[in-house]
């Protein structure tokens, strides 16, 4: 039955004849050098691919074993064929998926630092951005916002980085697929232009999923915006929601992908489509086909982190000049809470009491150093730690404080949320404000799991700071008291 299916012939046309007399010759020829070297008493073994008529390209393990007669003469080979392509097709899957998280240790640590150098340059060019000579001096005011511009590409990098190492800060929510795909069908027309035609299908009833809502539209549009490139000349850009029940077994289901309930978002175009070459590599960051200063190569990278950061997968279907698929699985949810639309920037900061006394860790000297400015700025009395532990004596002391302003990871002691549970403990009121450029997910979740307590991501933007601590501040009283600025 075997034989029938892979050679697409019936028994009565196979039984008794060689498997030579019914493959192409190239195979034959390349089995033959295979086992020319076969001797009398030792067997052979190899590995062998071939695409049979049913239009299936199949891996095999062949054991060519000498049959040697009663006489000792050599009298023949028993040759056995395994069909390995399933076994073949789980190790490569493991194997990439090894490769990307190798990929993605070294994306995350590399982001992280550079986020500690971006933070220490914009702490330093938004302080002086506020001095009186720079405002009224027109040149260098353009000289520091240019320089803030660069900062702020660099800060977009390093989030696209995070993103494909899933270490991310994230803003999860219900997501209403079907109504944000809607929402955003007439900024995708506008993202891939009129010589390119965009339909959406979405599935009645479809389940919604949890995940950041910006992340999940940064996803969408960086798919089409793809699509685009792959279509100079305009084409067909198709955007599909539906629902899947994947179980263990399915072709779909990925090494790393549990089999469970999925809303599949699926992008697809009419493009030039991929070589294999192309498509394996896909995903990894930097990795692009296009000319220079056309793409970083962190889309499709931030894509597939993004999403595999939401307990999903992404997966890619292309083949040249026919197209090229993106699939993103993202597990349905039937949590409570209202499907989050857009939100628009909130309200500006107000000045709260400048009598406030804040306590600043971080371990590295000139990342603390900048984010102390900047808060004395504001015209705060700011008090400063280079880890846990000397924070927790500055508050057994007993200097007041007023808020703890701490970095999340911080190796070789108290890392910020151990802080923040050590500081609870003791002064059960006290607002904290977390802050990284690298954080685990499991940490920011715990770390928002605080009362009266925030987040802000590195580089730590002025604005953004000040409001923060204005909120925090707000809503724990502050003890009136005397106090240097």
């Given at each position: 039955r075997t034989a029938e299916q892979w050679y697409a012939r019936p028994a009565a046309e196979i039984l008794g004849k060689l498997s030579t007399d019914i493959m192409d010759t190239g195979h034959v020829q390349r089995y033959r050098d295979r086992t020319s070297t076969a001797s009398a008493t030792e067997a052979i073994q190899f590995e062998s691919g071939y695409t049979y008529p049913d239009g299936v390209t199949r891996t095999t393990e062949v054991h060519h074993i000498p049959h040697v007669?009663?006489?000792?003469?050599?009298?023949?080979?028993?040759?056995?064929?395994i069909d390995i392509t399933e076994r073949e097709n789980v190790r490569a899957r493991l194997n990439q998926s090894q490769r990307m998280e190798s990929i993605g240790k070294l994306s995350g640590g590399v982001a992280h630092d550079f986020n500690n150098l971006l933070s220490v340059i914009q702490g330093n060019l938004q302080l002086l951005s506020r001095r009186p000579e720079i405002g009224s001096n027109p040149g260098m005011g353009r000289w520091v916002n240019s320089a803030l511009d660069a900062v702020g590409r660099g800060a977009d990098l390093t989030h696209r980085l995070l993103a494909f190492s899933r270490r991310q800060p994230l803003q999860n929510t219900v997501i209403d697929v079907a109504a944000q795909l809607a929402d955003m069908n007439v900024l995708l027309q506008r993202a891939v232009g009129e010589p390119i035609a965009v339909t959406t299908h979405i599935e009645d009833d479809l389940p919604c999923i949890e995940g950041d809502l910006s992340q999940f539209e940064n996803a969408v549009l960086n798919l089409a915006v793809n699509a685009r490139d792959a279509m100079p000349r305009g084409g067909r850009l198709c955007i599909e929601a539906r629902r899947a029940v994947l179980k263990a077994g399915d072709p779909d289901v990925h090494a790393d992908l549990p089999a469970g309930d999925y809303v599949v978002v699926e992008v697809r175009d009419s493009g030039i489509g991929m070589k294999p070459a192309v498509r394996s590599r896909a995903f990894e960051p930097f990795f692009t086909t296009k000319e220079p200063g056309r793409g970083t190569g962190l889309g499709l990278a931030s894509v597939f982190g993004y999403v595999k950061q939401c307990g999903g997968h992404a997966s890619?279907?292309?083949?040249?000049?026919?197209?090229?698929?993106?699939?993103?699985?993202?597990p349905s949810t039937t949590a409570g809470g209202t499907p989050e639309m857009p939100k628009r920037p909130g309200r500006t900061a107000q000045k709260a009491r400048e009598s406030a006394r804040i306590l600043a860790v971080d371990d590295n000297p000139e990342v603390l150093e900048a984010g102390a400015e900047l808060i004395r700025s504001f015209g705060y009395h700011v008090v400063t730690a280079k880890d846990g532990d000397g924070a927790l004596s500055i508050l057994e002391s007993g200097e007041a404080i007023d808020l703890v302003y701490t970095d999340m990871v911080m190796p070789g002691g108290l890392n910020g949320l151990e802080l923040a549970e050590r500081v609870r403990a003791s002064w059960p009121d006290m607002?904290?404000?977390?802050?990284?450029?690298?954080?685990?997910?499991?940490?920011?979740?715990?770390?928002?799991?605080?009362?009266?307590?925030?987040?802000?991501?590195?580089?730590?933007?002025?604005?953004?700071?000040?409001t923060k601590i204005v909120n925090l501040l707000d809503s724990s009283p502050v003890p009136d008291r005397d106090c240097e600025s």
């Open positions: 007669d009663a006489d000792g003469n050599l009298a023949g080979h028993y040759t056995m064929v890619i279907s292309s083949e040249p000049g026919a197209g090229t698929t993106v699939r993103l699985y993202f607002p904290i404000l977390f802050t990284s450029g690298y954080a685990e997910e499991a940490m920011r979740r715990s770390g928002s799991s605080f009362s009266r307590s925030e987040w802000i991501h590195k580089p730590v933007d002025i604005d953004e700071l000040e």
